[in-house]
Structures are given as structure tokens and as C-alpha cells.
């Protein structure tokens, strides 16, 4: 699931027009870097969902970026792993995490050596994080906040690998609320247009290409992005997603009060997260 944040209003124009103009290159690339973790086993409706990033260190392996307090909850029993473009779940995929800075939502996840490369085909690189500095949004950008949000697969029979696959994006134009009293990015998660969804998919969970709906509550994009892209430029031969794309934010919770999504910034765990991925 894909939802594309503006920076503010005043740029809403030019937004809307990246959007039509590469809006389904990126909402289709963004989806294709998702991992996702469940507890349970790939045979079991899962109770609990979470999302993360797969990045590619110097040295060949593949480290999840995601939220401490899904690592933290996947580390209390049997769980699983899969990615939105493969079928097969891995169980028991974390060998070990190290958790971010000091009070910050975020870690990296070690994965057990068979996992870690069968994901080397979707792992990205670290570059592709904003520096510390950048972590804004303005006029000639775009963002998306992406991951697995659980109420869109309450539906029985789980099939994992497939059922996460059938909403492949929910799109709605919206504002960045600066940050809040911890430095974390507000975005606001209210109502979306859907984009794309597979026929059987879309028959099962009653939704249709360009319905509006109400975004389902966000329990399970926690661990997942906050991309920012910026448009095309005159030197541009051809627009391509991970050359435009810069990593500013991992979403951990939710306001249901006001709808905002509270995404820890680049700000906060950037320069921490290139120390450790550049010694792993």
C-alpha cells in the first residue's frame, strides 16, 4: 500500500503534476523495496504485522532498516518473512538487530544467512537514504508513505505472499505537517484514491481503480518509508524512480485523533545508520 504526501499546499500544482507524470513508475518501484515480518507461521492468519526496508551493505548482506518496537515484538516468538513481489515466506528469518540512537524508533534487523540472500535482488542501496540535513520536502517534490497496513488483509483465507500483493497501491495527495515536540515528520493519513488493485483482489475487499476511500487504520506500515522524489530536470534523458527517490522518514505510530502518522526523520538516525551499515 502506497500513499503520496505534497509538502504543502502552495506547491500542490506542481505536485499534482509530477504525480501524473511519474507517479506509477514510483508508486510500483516503492512497493517492489517492502519486506514484510508476521508472527506466527506461513500456514497461521498472522495477529500482527509489521514492514521493513531491505538495504544492501558494502559487503554483499542484506540489513533490514525498520521500527526497535517491531524488532522488538518479532523477537518474542515465531514469526515470517516475505517480500511484495515473492510468494515464499521465510520463518524465523531475524538472527539479530541493533537498535537505533537513544529514544529513537528505529533499527536495523540481521537476517539469517539463506534470507539474506534470496533478498539481494530487491536490497537498495544505502545511498538512496537523505543525508541528516535534508530530511524537508519542497516545491518540485513528492513524497509516499508506503507499507502493509493489516486491516486490508483481515479478510479469511490468509495466503501470505498473495493476499499482501492485491492492493498494490492506495494514492492520496496530501500535506507534511512539519515535525512534533521528537523530531518525527507528521504526515497526514485521512482518505485515498486507488490507484490500481488486481480484479480478484478488488472483488474480495470491495474496492475499485479510482474509489475513494478512508485509509484503514495504519497498524502494520510501522517499519516501513516515507520516500521523498523530486521531478524531472532538463538533463534528464529518461525519469527513473531510485535516481529521484531519498529515504527521510520510517513511520512508527499514529494519531487516530487528528489521522497524522508520525514517521521518524533522517534527522535523527541518518548519520547512525551509515556508521552501522558501512561496518556490516
Given at each position: ?14 505536485t ?17 523495496s517492502?519486506v514484510y ?12 504485522i ?7 551493505s558494502p559487503s554483499g ?12 515484538e ?8 516475505g ?11 531475524l ?6 540512537p537513544?529514544?529513537v524508533?528505529?533499527?536495523?534487523a ?6 539474506d540472500?534470496?533478498?539481494?535482488d530487491?536490497a ?7 543525508a541528516?540535513t535534508?530530511?524537508g520536502?519542497?516545491q ?18 490468509f495466503?501470505p505472499?498473495i ?9 492520496h ?28 483482489g ?17 497498524q502494520?506500515?510501522?517499519g516501513g ?9 532538463p ?5 527513473v524512480p ?7 522518514g ?11 502518522e ?18 556490516l
Amino acid at each position: 500500500m502506497t500513499k503520496r504526501a505534497a509538502p504543502d499546499r502552495d506547491s500542490a500544482r506542481d505536485t499534482d503534476a509530477l504525480i501524473r507524470a511519474h507517479g506509477k513508475a514510483a508508486y510500483a518501484w516503492v512497493a517492489s523495496s517492502l519486506v514484510y515480518f508476521f508472527k506466527g507461521t506461513p500456514i497461521t492468519h498472522p495477529p500482527w504485522i509489521a514492514t521493513a526496508l531491505p538495504f544492501r551493505s558494502p559487503s554483499g548482506r542484506v540489513i533490514l532498516l525498520t521500527a526497535l518496537h517491531c524488532v522488538d515484538e518479532i523477537e518474542k516468538g515465531p514469526h515470517a518473512l516475505g517480500y511484495a513481489d515473492g510468494e515464499p515466506t521465510y520463518e524465523d528469518a531475524l538472527a539479530s538487530t541493533i537498535a537505533g540512537p537513544e529514544g529513537v524508533d528505529v533499527a536495523l534487523a540481521l537476517l539469517r544467512p539463506g534470507v539474506d540472500r534470496a533478498l539481494l535482488d530487491v536490497a537498495l542501496d544505502p545511498g538512496l537514504v537523505a543525508a541528516s540535513t535534508d530530511a524537508g520536502a519542497a516545491q518540485n517534490q513528492y513524497c509516499i508513505i508506503a507499507g502493509f497496513p493489516y486491516a486490508i488483509m483481515k479478510h479469511e483465507p490468509f495466503v501470505p505472499g498473495i493476499e499482501l500483493r492485491r492492493v498494490r497501491s492506495i494514492t492520496h495527495g496530501t500535506t507534511i505537517h512539519g515535525i512534533d515536540d521528537r523530531c518525527r515528520l507528521r504526515a497526514d493519513w485521512n482518505t485515498a484514491v486507488v490507484q490500481d488493485i488486481e480484479p480478484e483482489g478488488g472483488r474480495q475487499l470491495g474496492l475499485s481503480p479510482g474509489q475513494r476511500i478512508e485509509l484503514p487504520a495504519p497498524q502494520g506500515i510501522s517499519g516501513g518509508a516515507l520516500w521523498r522524489f523530486t521531478g524531472q530536470t532538463p538533463t534528464d534523458v529518461l525519469w527513473v524512480p531510485q535516481k529521484r527517490a531519498h529515504l527521510i522518514g520510517i513511520p512508527t505510530a499514529f494519531l487516530p485523533e487528528s489521522r497524522i502518522e508520525l514517521c521518524e526523520s533522517v534527522a535523527v538516525w541518518g548519520d547512525w545508520f551509515r556508521e552501522k551499515i558501512a561496518a556490516l
